[in-house]
């Protein structure tokens, strides 16, 4: 289980994270919504100690990511589509990454066939269209074969067999007993593919539920997130959102 | 898929060796690696080269005179020390590199371990390198320096060391300050120009800046004298006093990028 207990992280007068605590749960896909700029990217850099927080702490398993001794064993994640160096072929980049926790070497050829990317493995992965290096980051994640996965928004850029792809990876996943979160602003994408959500905005937890209830509450699932953010939203356009 | 069950961790943790190797492969998996090492090579020999094929007093410092090509040599050294550590800020891989290794000094000292060796062997191929080929093409019947006469070996040596001290300066000064162009800029600015700036108001200080404690403290075989006008010759630093600086600099530079690498967002 991933604890977040009571997350603050301000950059300069902004609270990005505001006292946020919830539990992402093995066994079930966890979808992470909120309009742009509600923190759930800072969020996922504080539970990976990116960043550090203010106050508060996000436990793995009941240790600090830090404190992990193969974190990527344990925890993969994918954060932005190209936090590789364009230079390096992909195959080069898994392949360091598997040796930084001493993943097998095979595994890297394993992944790569995963996502479906064998036969641009050898190419400069600046190269890479914008799906081809979402699915270099899934694969980043998968590596090594991690207890828990943490994606932000890893449909972005996916054409709709990568989509359909990666839903029902992630679903399988969860069934095998894995921690699940996934970002995304896309509602329709989470009534798909999420079996609990969390909705924060601006850096609060305002929901922490299941799609099914969450759904009930109005007319549609979108419908329901508009009337939980309203006022929430960091971003918006002057006409309002449901015009 | 497989059960999780079936790839449990192996027992304790990541450590140096798990972390150098990720550097290792990090660095040699760039094509732009293998070519600034070849010109750092090159450009360092070719200068020895055309040195020596212009000299024609043989009593001049001939080693020294071999060893011309070692201080431009280093400019690529630094550059590139800077360019390991700041390509990861400028490419976002930085976040995958400390996701795996969150012991973030651990990161810093395997990548000064992996591009430190790399660099002592490089740069002591063009110190050898350029000190015979230097030698070799003397012309005006001055005999070629050898390795046993005083002081010669040392300086070839030292030479060739000076390339991994300011390529470590580099990886810390890119740790410090994270982009490229303001680390570069750092670097030759602070290691080249400041040097000639400083040697022109206040000869007693310059003598402690890196380039010229390569050019005139590691690089020679005898004390320097600037050709007689010995009123207004600094006091260079002893070989081995010059490889203490260097070594002080880059353990500097790199405690200083550690501890800010461990400290700010990432």
């Given at each position: 289980m991933i604890e977040i207990r009571d997350l603050s992280k301000r950059y300069g007068p902004t609270a990005?994270?505001?006292?946020l605590s919830f539990d992402i749960r093995p066994g079930a896909v966890t979808g992470f919504l909120g309009p742009n700029g509600s923190g759930k990217s800072t969020t996922m850099r504080l539970i990976l100690g990116l960043d550090t927080p203010d106050s508060g702490q996000a436990l793995i398993g009941g240790r600090r990511y830090r404190e992990l001794r193969w974190p990527l064993r344990e925890v993969g994640a994918l954060l932005e589509a190209r936090a590789f160096h364009p230079g390096r072929s992909a195959r080069s980049h898994l392949a360091a990454l598997a040796a930084s926790n001493g993943i097998a070497r095979s595994r890297v050829d394993e992944v790569l066939s995963m996502v479906g990317l064998e036969s641009a493995a050898?190419?400069?992965?600046?190269?890479?269209s914008l799906g081809m290096a979402q699915r270099l980051g899934i694969a980043a994640a998968l590596l090594g074969n991690p207890r828990a996965l943490l994606l932000d928004e890893p449909v972005n850029g996916l054409d709709p067999e990568g989509i359909r792809w990666i839903r029902d990876l992630l679903k399988s996943l969860a069934a095998e007993g894995r921690i699940v979160l996934i970002s995304s602003h896309l509602i329709s994408e989470m009534a798909l593919t999420a079996e609990r959500l969390v909705v924060i905005g601006r850096g609060r937890l305002l929901a922490d539920t299941t799609v099914a209830e969450l759904s009930a509450r109005s007319a549609s699932l979108e419908d329901a997130f508009f009337e939980l953010t309203s006022g929430e939203a960091e971003y918006r356009t002057l006409q309002g959102r449901t015009s | 898929m497989t059960a999780i069950a079936l790839t449990r961790a192996p027992r304790g943790r990541y450590g140096l060796a798990q972390a150098a190797h990720m550097e290792w492969i990090k660095l040699r998996s760039l094509r732009s690696t293998w070519w600034t090492l070849a010109i750092t090579v090159a450009g360092t020999i070719g200068i020895g080269i055309a040195v020596g094929i212009s000299t024609?007093?043989?009593?001049?410092d001939l080693t020294n005179n071999a060893l011309a090509g070692v201080v431009p040599g280093l400019l690529l050294a630094g550059v590139l020390g800077v360019l390991t550590m700041t390509s990861e800020y400028s490419s976002g891989m930085i976040r995958a590199t400390l996701a795996a290794i969150p012991r973030r000094r651990l990161v810093l000292a395997a990548k000064a371990v992996v591009f430190g060796s790399v660099m002592l062997g490089v740069g002591e191929l063009a110190s050898f390198i350029s000190f015979f080929a230097g030698g070799a093409t003397l012309g005006h019947g001055i005999a070629a320096p050898t390795?046993?006469?005083?002081g010669v070996l040392r300086a070839v040596l030292l030479s060739g060391a000076s390339f991994c001290l300011v390529g470590l300066i580099g990886v810390g000064l890119g740790a410090i300050i994270r982009h490229s162009g303001a680390a570069i800029g750092v670097m030759v600015g602070g290691v080249y120009v400041a040097a000639t700036f400083i040697g022109d108001i206040a000869r007693g200080i310059s003598v402690y800046t890196p380039i010229i404690i390569v050019g005139n403290s590691l690089s020679t075989t005898k004390q320097e004298t600037?050709?007689?006008?010995a009123g207004n010759c600094p006091h260079f630093l002893s070989a081995w006093a010059g490889l203490g600086m260097l070594c002080l600099y880059a353990a500097v530079a790199l405690a200083i990028g550690g501890w800010l690498l461990a400290r700010r967002d990432a």
């Open positions: 990005a994270v505001d006292a050898h190419r400069r992965a600046g190269k890479f | 024609r007093n043989a009593a001049d390795l046993n006469q005083p600037c050709g007689g006008s």
